[in-house]
Every structure is written in structure tokens, then in C-alpha cells.
């Protein structure tokens, strides 16, 4: 089946610990519930159609930079320059169609275990001929050439901002990292007209920030739901049984997603040269091993406990009741998702 993208994206964005429901449809997790019967995924999800074709989606891209291109012209020639859009021609979109992801069957794990080392999506990335490669050619480069090197340096300024003069507005997380924040206006016309079309960085999220926030703290409500506390103890129980030592079925995941982190961090300057796929290497195969014995233990526990189905439920319900307490401000977002959408 083909994955709502953006309602995962959603849910990944808020933390959520259950990904493995994502493409339940029933399985042998025992699930009858799917993330898309969530009440919320029609907000999550507005403006934006999953049964879209790869042909429809690039249609799509290809209108929207093409119309980002045109009000770039138009900034640049107010700088007083001139400007050819610039297409971007062999820029194409693939998202693996007709690729499975079925974390919620048997034999999927047991080659797949949860997807992390490897997966179906690499193995077709992999399996793919290499593109010719192709030169793109700036049609404004004549121009440019033209142009004294002041001049030049006048260009690239209106064009993209000062990167001299360039500041970010910083915001520190509750871990003590620090995350920069887009500002289009120190962009140039590129900036501009990147807002123009997608409403800035974050599009119409940024003016429902705080619906966002409270949509999120909806799934840490249900981590303190009581009948999901009972449900992780009779899962990590089970796990216990099988040798393995979890709380909660989040953790089953975690220590996979730690190991392939620290292989990335402990890349050379070289192992980035040379190209190499670090999935492949003997290291990452060997954690590969116990994803999938940990994965076809996780699978049996969850379908013991009917644990895809009975979570879902508990989300569904607060979700539910969020939407009957929030209708119109919801209603307000999914329009300005739908008007971004049509540009």
C-alpha cells in the first residue's frame, strides 16, 4: 500500500512512538485500526492528496519552481538586473512506488526486522542504473559574465542575501541543542519568492503554531493513559519471556536508531569521499541481525497483546475529543493548508 507521507511526517514531527501501526490494514499485529482512520488526519493532511501519481507529483513540482523562477525574474529586474528563469531541467521526484512496507508481517521482518538497516526502499536505490549525468547551464551566466566583479557581487546579493551580514534567530531545545530559524527576508529574491509561493519555510503552520503545539501534546496524554500503561506491561512482559528487556514497545526501536546514528557520526572525511553505503558495512549488517530478532519478538508481543489496535484506539478517542473542542480553529487550518496547496 502507498504510505500517507505527510501524516507520518506529521507524527514523527510530534514524537509519536508507534510507527509500526502506520501500515497496519490488519496484519499479523491483529490490527483492525490504520494511522489513516486517525480523526485528525484530515487536518494533518489537507491540501495534500496521496493517490497523486509520481507524474502528478512532478507536474506539480515543476509548476510550482516554475512559477518561483518567474517571481525571481520579476524581483531581480526591481534590483535593477537582469534575470532568465532558470528551469531545473533532469530534477525528477521518486518515491518507490509499488514498494511494500509491511512492518506488520512475518516475512517482511524476518528480512526487514523494522526497516532501519535495511529496507525495501534501499535495495531498489540500489538495484537502479546510475543516470547519465547531465550539465545544467545557467541561462543568466552571459549576463553575469558581463558584469564587473562589483557588480557580480551585487548580483548574487540581491539574489540570494548578504551572507556577510546574514544572522539567525536561534531557539535552544529542552536538550540544549540549538535550532536555527529560516528568516526569507535575509534571502534575497530567492527568499521572496520562496515565500511567495510557499508561504515561507513553514508554509501555514507557522501562523497555527500553538494548535500545532496542543495536537501534539495529545499524543504525550495518551503515553499517561492508564489503560496504556497496562497495555506496555503486558507487552514488555511478553518481550521479558522472549529475553528481552524493554518498559515500553518506543524502546524496541531506540537503541537501532542510536547505533546507525553514532556509525554516522564516526564517518571520516574519507568514508564521505569514497561513497560507500555505511548500511553495508559489517558493522551495520551485524546490528541488522538483531534489529530482525528483536523486530520478530516485538511483532508476536504486539499481536499477543493486540497492541496496534488497542493503541490506536486510546489515541483515537482523545483525538476525537480534540476535535470536538477545537473544530473551528481546525477547520481555519485546514482551509489555509488548501490555499497554500493551490498556491
Known amino acids: 500500500m502507498r504510505t500517507t507521507r505527510l501524516l507520518l511526517a506529521a507524527a514523527a514531527t510530534a514524537g509519536l512512538i508507534f510507527p509500526l501501526a502506520a501500515c497496519s490494514g490488519g496484519g499479523e499485529g491483529g490490527a483492525a485500526l490504520d494511522w489513516e482512520d ?3 488526519a484530515e487536518y494533518w493532511n489537507a491540501g495534500y492528496d496521496p493517490n497523486l501519481t509520481e507524474e502528478e507529483q512532478q507536474a506539480q513540482w515543476d509548476a510550482q519552481n516554475t512559477e518561483r ?6 524581483c531581480m529586474v526591481d534590483e535593477g538586473f537582469e534575470y532568465k528563469p532558470a528551469g531545473m531541467s533532469g530534477t525528477t521526484i521518486s518515491y518507490g512506488e509499488d514498494i511494500e512496507w509491511e512492518p506488520e508481517k512475518k516475512e517482511w521482518v524476518e528480512k ?17 542504473p546510475e543516470p547519465e549525468p547531465s550539465e545544467w547551464v545557467d541561462p543568466n551566466q552571459e549576463y553575469l559574465d558581463s558584469l564587473s566583479a562589483s557588480e557580480q557581487e551585487a548580483y548574487w546579493i540581491a539574489l540570494y542575501g548578504d551572507q556577510s551580514e546574514m544572522t539567525e534567530a536561534g531557539t535552544v531545545t529542552e536538550e540544549g541543542d540549538e535550532v536555527m530559524e529560516y528568516d526569507w527576508t535575509q534571502y534575497g529574491c530567492q527568499g521572496w519568492a520562496d515565500n511567495e509561493v510557499s508561504g515561507g519555510a513553514d508554509g501555514p503552520y507557522a501562523k497555527y503554531e500553538d494548535l500545532l503545539t496542543r495536537m501534539d501534546d495529545l499524543y504525550s496524554k495518551a503515553e499517561e493513559d492508564p489503560a496504556l500503561i497496562e497495555l506496555d506491561a503486558k507487552w514488555s512482559s511478553c518481550m521479558a519471556d522472549a529475553g528481552f528487556d524493554f518498559q515500553k514497545q518506543a ?11 553514532k556509525i554516522y557520526e564516526n564517518m571520516t572525511e574519507e568514508d564521505w569521499e569514497t561513497g560507500g553505503d555505511p548500511m553495508q558495512s559489517e558493522e551495520a549488517q551485524e546490528i541488522g541481525k ?14 499477543k497483546t493486540n497492541y496496534n489496535d488497542t493503541r ?10 480534540f476535535v470536538k473542542e477545537n ?12 490555499q497554500a496547496a493551490k498556491g
Open 251 to 261: 524502546e524496541a526501536t531506540e537503541g537501532f536508531y542510536e547505533e546507525v546514528n
Open 112 to 128: 526487514y526486522g523494522y526497516g532501519i538497516i535495511n529496507n525495501p526502499y534501499n535495495e531498489q536505490v540500489a538495484n537502479e
Open 327 to 338: 473544530k473551528k480553529e481546525l477547520d481555519e487550518f485546514k482551509a489555509a493548508q488548501e
Open 290 to 303: 538483531r534489529e530482525i530478532k528483536t523486530a520478530l519478538a516485538d511483532l508476536e508481543c504486539r499481536t
Open 312 to 321: 490506536l484506539t486510546i489515541q483515537f478517542k482523545l483525538e476525537e475529543q
Open 69 to 74: 523562477e518567474e517571481l525571481i525574474a520579476q
Open 38 to 40: 486517525s480523526p485528525l
